[in-house]
């Protein structure tokens, strides 16, 4: 059996870490895996734009995305280990989350915004999300 872990990334210091992590440890892990970035619909959602500027601004969006993954990918098949990339629009604690859930993943890593406890208490995180709704283990950094 393969043993499937999704590593979501986002473009902070935090993701970067993480990567570095995984790295240092992958003799810990699977020959593959698979990075997720996901696409904050929500961010792109803005009153009062023609329809054709939210087009021009998602497609940068997904230019910038998969340019990002593709980095992260580089940077990881350097390193040895072979890279899935996936890209997504929508929320990202639910994407994660169903991606997850709905696909088998047996782990998922993925870093911590260092906003603070009581900031993610009252506002809640991406991580502090996913971690509470997926069925398989989750490692954070």
Known sequence: MDVKI???V???DTARRTLSMIIAHKEQFPPKLT???VINMEKLTYRMIPDFQVDMIRENARQSGEDMLQSYAAILERAGI???KRLEFGSP???ISRIANDEGFHMV???RRGRGE????LFGSVANYVLHAV???VMLF
């Open 82 to 84: 072979a890279v899935e």
């Open 93 to 95: 604690r639910e994407r």
């Open 6 to 8: 999704l590593v979501p």
């Open 10 to 12: 986002d473009n902070s």
């Open 35 to 37: 990075l997720l970035y």
């Open 135 to 137: 069925k398989c283990p």
């Open 118 to 121: 009581v900031s993610d208490v």
């Open 109 to 111: 890593i993925m870093g």
